[in-house]
């Protein structure tokens, strides 16, 4: 491909993010989520919040509501305000929702280790522990899904269910122009945008912004394929792509037939897990798209999936 052209997708990749970072409601204005006829308030304030020592990092961490726990794993770049100030609200409702900052984001800062996925899902079972939660459901976003599916692979017993939201368990798992723009990702694409705001307000050094960058973009440029250890995974899992995203539907579509996906319920009975292609959704367009979300991820997770479908 055009040197050009990859580029070119490079700055509307991080300006898709830009535009993504604030929510809106179904009226297109910032501000409140609006479910039908509900305006969910998005300033609610965590029960608890603090750092917990693990693996040499001081991890921030936030929890929210009570119930049953679920973790939410941010994307690349993103922070608990810019990646979940609108979703937490519509699932502390009846859960206890544990959202965190990985390493080097946000108020986690970063130290002398190299990023990756597998560090990133150690660190989230450090803090799980540090919080007593014995196990919980998991959902990961982009990023956050590949820090999902490592999780459920080096720590089984801490996942109860799995959701994954536009993340990949292969490297060859984007869209081959999307895993190419990768490399041409520089600091001063961020240079201005909402993600430099953030990085600096929440006080880290912004003469180590372009390290950041450089360094959270190096986890998608050497290969990875857990393509074996993910179709392994006991958990039932959820995917969800868009119809618009970076994802290839091969891609999910593969691991859905693996867990049990790819025949006929109303004979075989419905698998354990389920597949998600949202329409008219980008990859990050999948951040704004709670009013179809939302109601899927928690009949996933509240659901009985020992139940039999009906027959007529």
Not at 135 to 149: E, T
Not at 166 to 195: C, L, N, Q, R, V
Not at 262 to 283: N, Q, Y
Request: overall charge neutral; proline content about 5%; hydrophobic content about 40%.
């Amino acid at each position: 491909m055009n040197r050009h052209i990859i580029t070119g997708l490079s700055v509307a990749i991080v300006a898709a993010v830009m535009i993504s970072c604030q929510p809106r409601s179904k009226n297109g204005q910032n501000g409140s989520t609006e479910t039908k006829d509900t305006v969910v308030n998005q300033n609610i304030k965590p029960a608890e919040s603090g750092y917990a020592e693990v693996n040499g990092l001081k991890m921030y961490y936030e929890v929210y509501g009570n119930g049953k726990p679920i973790v939410l794993l941010h994307g690349s770049y993103m922070s608990i305000p810019l990646n979940w100030s609108h979703i937490i609200p519509l699932l502390a409702n009846n859960r206890k929702v544990i959202v965190m900052e990985m390493q080097g984001h946000g108020r986690t800062r970063d130290i002398t280790r190299e990023l990756s996925y597998e560090g990133m899902a150690d660190d989230v079972s450090g803090l799980l522990k540090h919080l007593k939660t014995d196990s919980a459901d998991i959902l990961g976003y982009s990023m956050g899904g590949g820090v999902a599916f490592q999780f459920a692979v080096r720590h089984p017993e801490q996942v109860r269910r799995l959701v994954i939201l536009s993340g990949t368990y292969a490297h060859d798992g984007w869209w081959p122009e999307i895993e190419a723009s990768f490399a041409t990702f520089t600091p001063d694409m961020f240079k201005g945008t909402p993600i430099q705001k953030q990085y600096d307000s929440l006080g880290n050094d912004p003469a180590h912004f372009a390290e950041f960058v450089k360094k959270v973009i190096s986890i998608d440029l050497k290969p990875y394929d857990w393509t074996k250890e993910v179709k392994n995974i006991k958990a039932p899992l959820f995917m969800a792509i868009g119809d618009a995203d970076g994802v290839r539907y091969e891609h999910a579509l593969e691991l859905f037939r693996a867990k049990g996906g790819g025949k006929m319920g109303d004979i075989h009975g419905l698998p354990t897990s389920r597949l998600a292609i949202l329409p008219g959704t980008t990859h990050i367009g999948m951040m704004q798209r709670t009013d179809i979300l939302i109601p899927m991820i928690t009949d996933f997770l509240d659901s009985d999936l020992n139940a039999t479908p009906p027959t007529f």
